[in-house]
């Protein structure tokens, strides 16, 4: 290029430093002065007729600092000034996408107030308990009772930063995308930041009461707190609230492990107090036993000075039980008297019948009924006599008490010979099959003799 020669129009404006005004800025000159910023008081025309003062392009991000701008949503716009742009703040608003709750304005109005100056635009709405992938356009979302992933397993505490919850439903905890805002007095995480997502945990909206909306203002105000305190005051704020986490977890901690160790000493007062009822008792149970063994020691005795005579009484017994009526022969086995009959014959309406021979098997223990009978000639129907079934179960009636008290006395010839006249008789009201079963021997005289 020849020497002297003008630069191309494109090429200079490209080159030249953009300048930025912000309007009613002049108050703060002094403070932009000390900071050693270049400025400028400058007048414009247009888009409006606005004074303020102008700085360079590259001392944009720390006059914002100063001016209190840092995260206020900006718009550059040209002015009738060559590269002077004017910063104004971003008219931002907050929209409903879908509410399933209370008092949607008040919701609505509080984010307007807290929220919309430093995050700009915001979208509003109400998964009811369900969650949501967080949003990745230029808007900020707030979704209320829900979480990115989890399931709404934790009922929040009855209070939030000292605030009643009037809604205790199940709620999320946060999934760990982000970063959890937490109420350092209970522990609980009111809601998780990701990115420009807000999730609120719990059922914020229920009843849209004044105690809910000051919970929403305070998650508002710490949501804020993240994004414009500095990297310094984050790292004390976070670490005050881990100091709280951890006064109130030390503290919880020691409640529970007292709690635990006043229950073991309750249960070990009730132990202490139930050995020693036993020992009373066990007391009571050894003075009862020695008195018992006194008593079954004489017992014993006059059972051993009478065991002679009780042996030849159950030797005369067994006598008399052979030569009882109708009784063939004796058998005994383990617990058991076996008694045979001999032929056993029923005269019914004019007829006598031939029922057969019989086992009674009478049990000492009257375990089994006391007696079972069991027909060694024939059956009929599958049973061994009109009042006796087929596992020789006899019928009764009411001699049933009888037949157990002569069991219990040792009684065993007269039981044989009640057996026997049960045995010789019939009742049609009450037998299990007819008599006409068996056979009929005639003439019924020659049976008689």
Same mark, same amino acid.
């Given at each position: 290029?020849?020497?002297?020669?003008?630069?191309?129009?494109?090429? !200079?404006?490209?080159?030249?430093?953009?300048?930025?005004?912000?309007?009613?800025?002049?108050?703060?000159?002094?403070?932009?002065?000390?900071?050693?910023?270049?400025?400028?008081?400058?007048?414009?025309?247009?888009?409006?007729?606005?004074? $303020?003062?102008?700085?360079?392009?590259?001392?944009?991000?720390?006059?914002?600092?100063?001016?209190?701008? #840092?995260?206020?949503?900006?718009?550059?716009?040209?002015?009738?000034?060559?590269?002077?742009?004017?910063?104004?703040? @971003?008219?931002?608003?907050?929209?409903?996408?879908?509410?399933?709750?209370?008092?949607?304005?008040?919701?609505?109005?509080?984010?307007?107030?807290?929220?919309?100056?430093?995050?700009?635009?915001?979208?509003?709405?109400?998964?009811?308990?369900?969650?949501?992938?967080? #949003?990745? /356009?230029?808007?900020?979302?707030?979704?209320?009772?829900?979480?990115?992933?989890?399931?709404?397993?934790?009922?929040?505490?009855?209070?939030?930063?000292?605030?009643?919850?009037?809604?205790?439903?199940?709620?999320?905890?946060?999934?760990?995308?982000?970063?959890?805002?937490? /109420?350092?007095?209970?522990?609980?995480?009111?809601?998780?930041?990701?990115?420009?997502?807000?999730?609120?945990?719990?059922?914020?909206?229920?009843?849209?009461?004044?105690?809910?909306?000051?919970?929403?203002?305070?998650?508002?105000?710490?949501?804020?707190?993240?994004?414009?305190?500095?990297?310094?005051?984050?790292?004390?704020?976070?670490?005050?609230?881990?100091?709280?986490?951890?006064?109130?977890?030390?503290?919880?901690?020691?409640?529970?492990?007292? !709690?635990?160790?006043?229950?073991?000493?309750?249960?070990?007062?009730?132990?202490?107090?139930?050995?020693?009822?036993?020992? @009373?008792?066990?007391?009571?149970?050894?003075?009862?036993?020695?008195?018992?063994?006194?008593?079954? !020691?004489?017992?014993?005795?006059?059972?051993?000075?009478?065991?002679?005579?009780?042996?030849?009484?159950?030797? /005369?017994?067994?006598?008399?039980?052979?030569?009882?009526?109708?009784?063939?022969?004796?058998?005994?086995?383990?617990?058991?008297?076996?008694?045979?009959? /001999?032929?056993?014959?029923?005269?019914?309406?004019?007829?006598?019948?031939?029922?057969?021979?019989?086992?009674?098997?009478?049990?000492?223990?009257?375990?089994?009924?006391?007696? !079972?009978?069991?027909?060694?000639?024939?059956?009929? #129907?599958?049973?061994?006599?009109?009042?006796?079934?087929?596992?020789?179960?006899?019928?009764?009636?009411?001699?049933?008490?009888?037949?157990?008290?002569?069991? $219990?006395?040792?009684?065993?010839?007269?039981?044989?010979?009640?057996?026997?006249?049960?045995?010789?008789?019939?009742?049609?009201?009450?037998?299990?099959?007819?008599?006409?079963?068996?056979?009929?021997?005639?003439?019924?005289?020659?049976?008689?003799?």
């Amino acid at each position: 290029m020849a020497k002297g020669r003008m630069m191309p129009e494109a090429e !200079r404006r490209e080159k030249m430093t953009r300048w930025f005004l912000v309007e009613n800025n002049l108050h703060q000159k002094k403070a932009l002065v000390a900071a050693r910023v270049p400025v400028t008081e400058i007048t414009i025309a247009k888009p409006r007729a606005i004074q $303020g003062i102008a700085f360079p392009e590259e001392e944009r991000e720390r006059v914002l600092e100063i001016l209190g701008l #840092a995260n206020t949503p900006l718009n550059e716009t040209e002015t009738d000034r060559e590269g002077v742009f004017l910063l104004a703040v @971003r008219t931002a608003t907050v929209s409903v996408a879908d509410w399933d709750g209370k008092n949607q304005s008040g919701f609505a109005r509080t984010a307007q107030e807290v929220l919309v100056p430093v995050v700009g635009d915001i979208v509003l709405s109400v998964p009811h308990r369900g969650t949501v992938a967080p #949003a990745s /356009d230029e808007k900020f979302h707030i979704f209320i009772w829900s979480a990115p992933a989890g399931q709404a397993e934790s009922r929040p505490p009855e209070k939030i930063w000292g605030i009643k919850v009037d809604c205790r439903d199940e709620g999320f905890l946060p999934s760990g995308q982000g970063v959890a805002i937490v /109420d350092s007095e209970t522990g609980w995480a009111v809601g998780e930041l990701v990115g420009n997502n807000l999730f609120i945990h719990h059922d914020l909206c229920h009843h849209g009461t004044d105690r809910e909306i000051q919970i929403f203002r305070r998650l508002c105000e710490e949501v804020v707190a993240e994004f414009t305190l500095s990297p310094e005051k984050k790292r004390e704020r976070q670490r005050q609230i881990s100091e709280r986490e951890r006064q109130r977890s030390r503290e919880a901690y020691v409640r529970e492990c007292g !709690r635990r160790l006043q229950s073991t000493i309750e249960a070990t007062r009730k132990s202490i107090e139930e050995a020693r009822r036993t020992i @009373r008792d066990c007391q009571k149970q050894i003075t009862q036993a020695v008195r018992s063994e006194a008593g079954l !020691r004489k017992k014993l005795e006059e059972l051993l000075s009478s065991s002679a005579s009780a042996e030849k009484q159950f030797a /005369d017994e067994f006598d008399k039980l052979l030569q009882a009526p109708g009784v063939s022969s004796v058998r005994v086995a383990d617990g058991v008297v076996q008694v045979f009959t /001999d032929q056993v014959y029923i005269e019914y309406d004019g007829r006598t019948y031939d029922i057969g021979k019989f086992r009674l098997d009478i049990y000492t223990s009257g375990g089994n009924g006391g007696v !079972r009978a069991f027909n060694l000639s024939r059956k009929s #129907a599958g049973f061994h006599h009109p009042h006796i079934d087929g596992d020789g179960e006899c019928c009764f009636g009411n001699i049933a008490d009888g037949v157990a008290k002569l069991i $219990g006395e040792y009684q065993y010839s007269v039981l044989v010979q009640v057996m026997v006249q049960f045995l010789r008789s019939v009742n049609p009201d009450g037998w299990y099959t007819s008599i006409e079963g068996w056979p009929v021997v005639k003439p019924a005289e020659e049976v008689k003799e």
